[in-house]
């Protein structure tokens, strides 16, 4: 998630890419995890020629930026590429010529550390699942600081926030090639771990999208008015239903993989959930230790669920909270609790993949509203 503020733009409805797909957007694939990529990504075409880039799917930022050629820190291994201006002839320096942009939740050990990339700034041709080209300023990075984990595996990243120059999304809206919504899911199909739509909503992903008003202010957001845990309906024997008041706005952030609350509310879920001491390892696990777990412990854990002020309740299983596979549990079989103290990013409060891939999730801007439907498993991923 960007440190900077943001402008989301909102253009005129265009009927251009209604006529071609039918309304429904260009839904291409995407790939990464929670783990141990901690983001999700899909490509992008630069330049002129063009070739394809890879860039992380930020909804918590507003620029593109890429590995330059000859970066300090940046990665080199497939699918990543170096950009290379000199080999562009649609390549035009942009004032003021250099970037620096700063980030959190980038490092996975301590999600409110700062991240930062920098280098030369270019305006140059882009498209995005095949809609395009148009004019984005963009970065080429020349470093960045060695605690960008995200980074370590896909260097680059694709903003859809803040609606200026370099806002991909934004900028092929105010060309008029595409409508102002875009939306994603992420499950691991036959093809790739998400799909990403452009320009739509693709039907093929969730027939029952309910939509929510967007109350944030540069991030978008969604209030927040509680979070309970279904211990009794779990099944689990000796179960407790607890129920936590919230009242605060949560960013929607795909660059974050995980579950980020300000520090009270997560003492206070902490207490409510470890009230059933028939939970192992429940206060360890909420203090940020990984822990070894066996199938029946478990399944003693119950279903969360993050209540927004329109009624409708987001789900996250004991799979979208007990993690399996950190790179920072210390063991193969330790899971680690995937909520932890927010900080200073975004307020503390921010909704990361760990909930989202329970959805295609619908940044609806033309209507400032949030979407939220139950994913079809079985053409997430498979488009």
């Not at 983001?39 to 890429?66: E, H, K, R």
């Not at 694709?158 to 609606?163: A, I, K, R, W």
């Not at 211990?231 to 960013?251: H, Y």
Request: proline share 6%; with cysteine; glycine share 14%.
């Amino acid at each position: 998630m960007s440190l900077g503020k943001h402008v989301t733009l909102a253009p005129p409805r265009s009927r251009v890419l209604e006529g071609l797909l039918g309304g429904n957007g260009s839904s291409i694939p995407a790939g990464g995890n929670v783990w141990p990529t901690a983001i999700y990504w899909t490509t992008v075409q630069i330049g002129t020629p063009p070739q394809d880039f890879p860039v992380a799917i930020d909804s918590g930022s507003g620029d593109l930026d890429v590995s330059g050629k000859g970066c300090a820190g940046c990665v080199t291994t497939a699918p990543n590429r170096a950009y290379d201006h000199a080999a562009s002839s649609s390549a035009k320096p942009k004032l003021p010529f250099v970037f620096s942009n700063s980030y959190q939740t980038c490092d996975l050990l301590d999600p409110t550390a700062v991240c930062t990339i920098s280098g030369k700034l270019y305006t140059e041709q882009v498209s995005l699942a095949g809609i395009g080209p148009t004019a984005v300023g963009m970065g080429s990075i020349e470093k960045q600081t060695s605690n960008f984990d995200q980074f370590k595996q896909i260097d680059g990243v694709m903003g859809f926030t803040q609606g200026g120059s370099e806002d991909v999304f934004a900028q092929l809206v105010k060309a008029g090639l595409c409508d102002n919504v875009w939306a994603m899911c992420m499950h691991e199909g036959s093809k790739s771990n998400g799909t990403i739509t452009i320009g739509g909503v693709d039907p093929r992903l969730s027939d029952n999208v309910s939509y929510v008003p967007d109350v944030g202010l540069g991030f978008h957001s969604v209030q927040v008015v509680g979070v309970k845990g279904l211990g009794l309906q779990s099944g689990a024997s000796g179960g407790v239903d607890w129920a936590v008041p919230v009242g605060k706005p949560a960013i929607l952030d795909t660059g974050t993989n995980i579950l980020l609350v300000p520090l009270a509310l997560l003492k206070k879920m902490q207490a409510a959930m470890c009230s059933d001491t028939s939970l192992a390892n429940c206060n360890a696990l909420w203090e940020g230790k990984c822990m070894p777990m066996s199938a029946s412990q478990l399944a003693a854990y119950p279903p969360i669920a993050l209540q927004l002020n329109t009624g409708l309740e987001l789900n996250m299983g004991v799979k979208d909270y007990l993690l399996l596979g950190s790179p920072l549990a210390g063991g193969a079989q330790n899971y680690c609790l995937g909520i932890k103290d927010g900080g200073s990013a975004g307020g503390g409060f921010i909704i990361g993949d760990t909930t989202m891939r329970n959805y295609y999730l619908v940044f609806d801007l033309a209507h400032k509203r949030i979407g939220w439907g139950p994913v079809n498993e079985l053409a997430c991923g498979s488009i």
